[in-house]
């Protein structure tokens, strides 16, 4: 049997190791731990991959979609601006657009 010093020498190495390595240990630890996690529980782990894909898809769509509604706005401001389209064109043009989304 081992006595609490000789446990706490171990336990006193192991963390120097740690720190000596850097965080590519630690990091190697919670991976490792990730993947076992993850081999246990496939169904949990495609459903989560599906929802997180999913989540990412839908902030990429919703980023896209107004970016183009305000390069849209601005394109038509320059067209009033210009003098080639009226105010009350332009404003029936933005509440159009406005409509389909």
């Keep these: 049997m081992k006595s ?7 336990v006193e ?3 120097g190791l740690a720190l000596c390595e ?9 991976i490792q731990s ?6 246990g529980n496939w169904f949990w782990t495609v459903v989560g991959a599906i ?8 902030t990429v769509k919703s ?3 107004s970016t183009n509604r305000e390069r849209t706005r601005r394109e038509i401001a320059a067209y009033i601006a210009e003098g080639s389209m009226t105010p009350e064109q332009g404003e029936r043009l ?3 657009n406005a409509e389909e989304a």
């Design 94 to 96: 933005m509440k159009a």
């Design 34 to 39: 990730l993947i076992e996690a993850a081999a």
């Design 4 to 10: 609490r010093w000789a446990y706490s020498e171990e």
């Design 13 to 15: 190495s192991v963390r």
């Design 51 to 58: 929802a997180i894909v999913s989540i990412v898809f839908g």
């Design 22 to 30: 850097g965080r590519g240990v630690v990091m190697g630890v919670a």
């Design 63 to 65: 980023m896209v979609t």
